[in-house]
């Protein structure tokens, strides 16, 4: 505890006495680098507080994609909502690099408000103040997310087929990480994709190996984007992808390896003598290209239109 005794954070201005005093409520415990330490929605009644390493909290959104949500570094701490709150956690604490962690529990703070009351007084009165100069920073995004959440689970929100999400979901999903990134200041990109020549695809093989080849390519799509975007098939062949804080530039990079993993694909397991399977991205991207939602989406399509035009089997974007 000495060595947090200059920092800033939860023990800031805490004098080695009343360090020394507080220390043997504490446990400590290491965190390998991507260790979970508390997982969003779990209730762990411990206050863990930062006292070598990184901790990042990230906040999973509709669309398995994380929001990355800050970094806990020496002296800040975590886990109070449970602690105080009979609360599950909002966000997944992992360690972003090997970490030391301090641990108070529900039994030892109970036990440091009956045995040492000055010191719990000061403790809890820093954690009070910290925690509401951290929700006042935050809880716009959070009611932000949290409203959006609730509409969109009140529907049916997958395709049937493929699994991924459905056109109303898209909308709904474009409008607000729209309106969220806008103003939170962060980039936020729209891919609008097809698969060029599906009809004459699913008139040569039939609508059956047709669909194969469509979840085929949706295999792929999630492969590159893992949990960092949101897939919905927008109808037929084609599907939109949004991508919550990348630029431009990330975007192409997506777009780039989509294009070149659908194109380098083998299918022939569907259909024996398939002609290659090709894509065409129309990319668009705020604030790089549209800085509204109604040009955002624009743009977008435009571009795929633009792609389809020079020869498909490419990406394009229009700024």
């Not at 959104?61 to 909002?90: K, N, Q």
């Not at 939109?240 to 022939?268: C, M």
Request: charged share 25%; with cysteine; hydrophobic share 45%.
């Amino acid at each position: 505890m000495k060595r947090l005794s200059a920092a800033q954070g939860l023990f800031r201005d805490f004098g080695d006495d009343v360090l020394a005093r507080l220390a043997p409520y504490f446990t400590e415990r290491a965190a390998g680098a991507g260790e979970t330490i508390v997982a969003q929605n779990e209730l762990v009644r411990e206050l863990y507080v930062v006292a070598e390493g990184r901790v990042e909290s990230v906040l999973a959104l509709p669309g398995s994609i994380e929001r990355p949500h800050g970094d806990c570094l020496p002296g800040d701490f975590f886990g109070e909502v449970s602690l105080f709150g009979d609360r599950p956690s909002s966000d997944t604490y992992r360690a972003a690099e090997p970490c030391r962690l301090l641990v108070l529990g529900e039994r030892e703070i109970s036990a440091l408000m009956e045995e040492r009351p000055v010191e719990a007084v000061a403790l809890i009165a820093r954690l009070l103040g910290l925690t509401i100069r951290n929700l006042r920073a935050s809880s716009s995004f959070l009611a932000d997310v949290v409203q959006w959440g609730e509409r969109a689970s009140s529907r049916v929100i997958t395709d049937e087929l493929t699994g991924v999400y459905n056109r109303p979901f898209l909308e709904d999903a474009l409008e607000n990480f729209f309106d969220i990134s806008k103003s939170n200041h962060k980039p936020v990109a729209f891919l609008m994709l097809d698969v060029d020549n599906f009809r004459g695809i699913n008139e040569a093989i039939g609508r059956e190996k047709a669909d194969a080849v469509i979840v085929r390519v949706v295999g792929i799509i999630r492969g590159i984007i893992s949990s960092h975007g949101i897939i919905a098939r927008y109808g037929g062949d084609e599907f939109s992808i949004l991508l919550p804080e990348a630029d431009l530039t990330r975007a192409l990079s997506i777009a780039g390896e989509i294009r070149v993993g659908v194109e380098s694909a083998d299918f022939s397991d569907i259909a024996p003598g398939l002609p290659r399977v090709t894509t065409s991205i129309g990319v668009s991207a705020f604030p790089d290209t549209a800085t509204d939602l109604a040009g955002f989406r624009e743009k977008a399509d435009a571009s795929l239109y633009r792609a389809k035009e020079m020869g498909r089997n490419r990406v394009e974007a229009i700024k």
